[in-house]
């Protein structure tokens, strides 16, 4: 070796490991670099063997060039291309000792290699191409399992992808034989991954449970002239390029769509220019419908599908790698043993600013040992790592980035950027958690490694949301923006949960609620109590949840001040109220199945609560209060776009007293972390509220489990007006139910009816008054006072609303106000503003009449009669809310005609909140709102007590009847020749001692088995279809023919039960038949009222009677 080469192979002056001189080699670290490449020291020669141009090949002798080609390593040895050069190549391409050098010095405990793209031989004949992969794929393993690698390499196999079958083998064969993975380039000739043979290849991987490393290779010419041939801008240009073109093919060619999510694929070299690039793909999929394509999704919604190495070079676009696909999907790369490779492989993740201990962890080994499924290296260690800094803001004293090495720009090979260190962005490295009034933001560490801290109020310029689990505050490993509705700026971040972490949150909240913990074993009263205090104390951070409110949604401050936390404080305090005064059901049966039966509730053990961004704390708290009260553990999952009240509540509840685990919430993506929350088989019942198409996969994944599934969806919600009503107030009503949160809540009016006779100008008049008060409200930023109308949710909705009014315009509707346009004013904020909108001449087969627009637009229809008005109403797939506007009574009965869970009469959104709430038809599923919440927040459970005799009833074909006495108990006849058989129901005599008892003594006369009377009239000329009086009459008649077989009488009698069922009806005629048959004969009696004596029928009394007999 050149001098040079020794001391790079001896780490610096220490001896080289082919040197005599024993060392003590210390622990192997357990960092993992996923991408590394190798070359055979030599192959067969192919251009003998198949002929041929093009053919690879090492030259090791001749004339080589000098300097260092990778790692400080001299050349060793010419890759040719025929009679070309193409590269030279260092010893550690082949040498395994010399890579474990290397490796050693750098912390490097396992490699996995692959061979260098220009051993792919796809433009062979199929065949020949499979023979060449099997020989490079053989001594790939005979190098990693040679000894001198010490089981510390692994490798993935090259496929010939010029034949689909052959390459499938391959794989299989090679999985087999030990390669853990494959390598294949980013396209085949003209042909890219969203091409059906290529992705018959990937379902293959998929099907072998066989990972996929995606390697860019052959980068075509850009440009006339190729313009990227000079300065070696085809690797620094043309590589990230071809790979962002593949990502983006699988995105927009429908191959992620077409491929199950078990597929694992990595792209390597840091997804090429896909991350930077990634916002103008979903501007574009949202703005072009063309630039869709096949994709089912916006391009960023499918960053859970891949992951990508570290191969970047620069400590910000590493950040940007966490930032887009989650510390969880990026693992260390390093290209090595090629000169452009990171030449102290590991040290970007281990310097770089802003990433915690954990996520270092992920990028050196734990993603790679999930990925490639690998056990970690025996007696391998952890190197030590540095973590980014949390700020103790309970100090008076903050310590300077040179106080932390991994933070100083003058200290590691990867200098800090000002950017990333820069005060306003200091928050990436810090605990999610927002400042509480009065209180200590110092984190306690956790066994889980998470920070515990009161998640605050008093919100920072830029904030992190982070998951509430378990009662602390956790850090996701991924994290989505948070944009200002009112400004178009970014605005924070909130964490992009995965399915394990909610599958924790799960966990925490399933062992909150098992038996023996606190809050399966509190009282309901003891609830109440807790659930009373987290409402006084929103009551007191009213104002901080009012502006977290209007900052997350861009609703106006006002609305938030007066609708929204003051409806959230009176839903809390609504069910803490109700719940201690729900009584069980309670019922008692007589006769031989003479029973006590109640229900009690029980809670239903873990329950999902989805709620959406239009009325974010008010609906959660809508859904919370009865899980609360009820004795339920709650998974929250709020949307990803209007976190922050979600996570302050679950603070407040700490506070109030809820225990660890009672109340989680967890962020994320509705695919992602919703789908793990509601297909969860611990999860007992699932409240979601957001749109239809949703709805409906919520459905799917919760009913083959039978979950309890209460959906409050979409709605198009009709508004019928009369000309009868109260004018300037039905106006000014209409007006505010259809642009309140501009248009953005469920129950909103949509379409306007608005009745037209020809008789009079009732019709103009109305349209013209409207659109009138319609323009007098004040679009504007949320914070001013004089707001009526803040902007919409997200660019996406602006967008999704103004195609919708674009829409309506091609099918002939004429916007009487608002549109598309915006004043200056609005333009020049940024934000995502729509004006309130009118439009009037569409038909009801119209696109906007039809769908759901969530905005602030309106439609208006001309009706004439109330049927036509009926048939316009119930003319939509929705069924959620209406509203009637008449002063006649006669047309109030118009509303109960309405396809609609809930209608209004001369009002809007007037919510009483002991009355049902749900939609109909494609609107919802169950109902929730007073009892009926309690209801579907629990299960009721019935207990039967037998209070009577315990003597069964017969089989059917007569069972113990037809026998003699068993057991002590005796039918009448068997007592006594002269007794009748058994009369009534089922009449069941039973002496105990000197007393005998008798319970089902019907009316039926026992010659006959019919009941006396029949239909009469009553003193008031009501016609009765039974003889109450003569039916009590043959009850006692019964009762002394059986007495008389005992030698008694009526006057033996101790005790009497009259069960009848009408008290009110024939309580008055039984007495009178009491007193005419007992006289002045004094026994107890006791006269209850039944819903119905068996068998049925017209039996209105029964009687139960104890009487004193002789020895």
């Not at 049966?589 to 029980?602: L, Q």
């Not at 005419?1076 to 009687?1103: F, N, S, W, Y």
Request: glycine share 10%; charged share 20%.
């Amino acid at each position: 070796h050149s001098a040079r080469h020794a001391a790079a192979a001896s780490g610096g002056g220490a001896p080289s490991a082919r040197t005599a001189h024993p060392i003590a080699k210390p622990k192997p670290a357990r960092t993992v670099d996923m991408h590394a490449h190798f070359l055979p020291k030599s192959w067969p020669n192919y251009a003998k063997r198949y002929g041929g141009v093009d053919w690879p090949w090492l030259r090791h002798d001749g004339e080589k060039p000098t300097g260092t080609f990778g790692y400080n390593r001299d050349c060793g040895a010419m890759l040719m291309v025929d009679d070309d050069e193409f590269r030279p190549v260092t010893a550690a391409c082949w040498d395994v000792e010399e890579r474990l050098i290397d490796l050693d010095r750098m912390r490097i405990g396992r490699q996995i290699i692959s061979q260098t793209p220009l051993l792919f031989q796809w433009q062979r004949d199929g065949p020949v191409g499979a023979q060449v992969a099997r020989d490079f794929n053989d001594l790939a393993l005979e190098m990693v399992r040679s000894p001198e690698a010490q089981g510390r390499l692994e490798t993935l196999c090259q496929v010939p992808l010029q034949d689909i079958d052959l390459a499938c083998q391959e794989v299989s064969r090679c999985k087999a034989t030990g390669h853990v993975g494959v390598q294949i380039g980013n396209h085949f000739g003209p042909k890219d991954l969203d091409d059906d043979a290529l992705i018959a290849f990937l379902q293959h991987c998929a099907d072998e449970d066989f990972p996929v490393l995606i390697h860019p290779w052959e980068m075509s010419p850009i440009g006339p002239g190729n313009r990227t041939k000079d300065y070696m801008m085809g690797w620094t240009v043309g590589m990230p390029t071809e790979t962002h073109l593949s990502i983006t093919r699988m995105i927009l060619g429908g191959a992620f769509d077409r491929l199950p999510e078990s597929l694992r694929v990595c792209f390597a070299h840091g997804g090429g220019s896909f991350p930077a690039l990634l916002g103008r793909l979903d501007n574009a999929w949202r703005e072009r419908s063309v630039a869709r394509g096949k994709a089912q999704r916006p391009p960023r919604e499918y960053m859970g599908r891949f992951s990508v190495d570290s191969a970047v070079f620069d400590p910000l676009v590493l950040r940007l790698l966490v930032e887009t696909f989650g510390s969880d999907k990026v693992m260390l790369g390093s290209d090595y043993p090629f000169p452009l490779g990171e030449q102290e492989i590991g040290s970007l993740a281990k310097t770089a600013p802003g990433l915690t201990l954990a996520q270092r962890e992920q990028i050196l080994f734990r993603n790679s040992e999930n990925f490639w499924k690998l056990s970690p290296l025996a007696d391998s260690v952890k190197d030590d790592l540095p973590s980014s800094k949390v700020t103790d803001k309970s100090s008076t004293t903050t310590k300077s980035d040179a106080d932390e090495p991994w933070l100083n720009p003058d200290k590691g090979p990867y200098p800090a950027s000002r950017h990333l260190l820069s005060p306003q962005y200091r928050w990436i490295a810090s605990p999610p958690f927002m400042q509480l009034r009065g209180t200590s933001t110092t984190p306690s560490v956790q066994p889980n490694g998470h920070s515990r801290t009161e998640i605050g109020f008093d919100q920072p310029s830029a904030r992190v949301v982070g998951n509430f689990v378990k009662g602390s505050t956790s850090t996701s490993l991924r994290s989505l923006p948070l944009w200002n509705p009112a400004t178009g700026s970014y605005d924070g971040e909130v964490g992009m949960s995965s399915a394990a972490e909610m599958q924790e949150a799960i966990a925490s909240a399933k062992a909150a609620v098992t038996p023996g913990s606190p809050w399966r074993e509190m009282s309901l009263e003891n609830r109440c109590d807790i659930v009373k205090k987290l409402a006084n104390s929103l009551q007191e951070e009213c104002e901080s949840f009012a502006r977290a409110e209007s900052r997350d949604t861009g609703k106006p401050l006002a609305l938030a001040r007066t609708l929204d936390v003051p409806r959230s404080i009176a839903n809390l305090n609504f069910f803490a109220g109700l719940a201690p005064h729900i009584g069980g059901e309670h019922r008692r049966s007589s006769g031989p199945m003479e029973s006590t039966s109640h229900a009690v509730r029980k809670p239903v053990g873990v329950v999902g609560l989805v709620t959406p961004w239009n009325l974010p704390l008010y609906l959660l708290t809508w859904k919370l209060a009865p899980a609360l009260v009820m004795g339920n553990s709650v998974v929250a999952k709020p949307s990803e776009l209007t976190p922050s009240t979600a996570s302050m509540l679950a603070a407040l509840g700490a506070r109030a007293g809820l225990p660890d685990g009672v109340f989680n919430v967890v962020h994320g993506l509705g695919h992602e972390a919703g789908e793990a929350l509601v297909s969860h088989p611990d999860v007992g019942a699932v409240s979601f509220t957001g749109g239809t198409a949703t709805g409906a996969k919520v459905a799917a994944s919760a009913a083959p489990q039978f979950k309890k599934l209460s959906l409050e969806l979409g709605g198009k919600n009709p508004a019928i007006v009369f000309d009868d009503c109260s004018f300037e107030e039905t106006v000014r009503s209409l007006v505010r139910s259809s642009f309140l949160n501009s248009g953005q809540i469920c129950l909103c009016s949509s379409r306007i009816l608005v009745q037209k006779d020809g008789r009079s100008d009732f019709f103009d008049r109305f349209v013209q008054a409207f659109v009138e008060e319609v323009e007098r409200l004040r679009v504007g930023p949320p914070e001013a006072e004089d707001t009526d109308l803040g902007p919409v949710i997200s660019s996406d909705h602006r967008s999704k609303i103004l195609q919708s009014i674009e829409q309506a315009q091609k099918e002939g509707g004429q916007v009487l106000t608002g549109g598309t346009s915006l004043p200056t004013r609005l333009q020049e904020t940024g934000g995502y503003y729509v004006l309130p909108t009118v439009i009037l001449g569409l038909g009801p087969d119209s696109t906007m009449f039809q769908q759901e627009v969530f905005g602030p637009v309106v439609t208006i229809h001309p009706f004439e009669s109330e049927a036509d008005a009926i048939e316009l109403a119930n003319n939509s797939r929705y069924g959620l809310s209406a509203s009637v506007w008449t002063e006649s009574a006669a047309r109030m009965e118009v509303a109960s005609k309405l396809d609609a869970g809930t209608v209004w009469v001369n009002t809007w959104l007037n919510r009483e909140l002991h009355v049902p709430f749900g939609g109909v038809k494609e609107s919802g599923v169950s109902r929730e709102g007073g009892m009926h919440s309690l209801d579907f927040y629990s299960e009721a459970s019935t207990i039967c007590w037998k209070t009577g005799s315990r003597q069964p009833l017969p089989m059917p074909g007569g069972g113990w009847a037809n026998r003699t006495q068993r057991r002590g108990y005796a039918s009448s006849a068997a007592s006594s020749k002269n007794a009748p058989e058994p009369l009534g129901a089922y009449v069941l005599a039973k002496r105990g001692g000197d007393l005998l008892f008798l319970s089902g003594i019907g009316p039926r006369i026992p010659e006959s088995n019919e009941v006396p009377g029949g239909p009469i009239e009553d003193n008031n000329g009501l016609r009765n279809d039974y003889d109450a009086a003569a039916q009590s009459r043959q009850c006692f008649e019964n009762v002394k023919s059986v007495l008389r077989g005992y030698n008694c009488s009526l006057e033996d009698l101790v005790d009497v039960q009259v069960f009848l069922t009408d008290m009110k009806r024939d309580f008055a005629t039984f007495n009178a038949v009491w007193k005419e048959v007992m006289g002045d004969h004094k026994c107890c009696r006791t006269t209850v009222e039944v819903g119905q004596l068996p068998p049925g029928g017209r039996i209105a009394v029964e009687l139960k009677v104890v009487a004193q007999i002789p020895e």
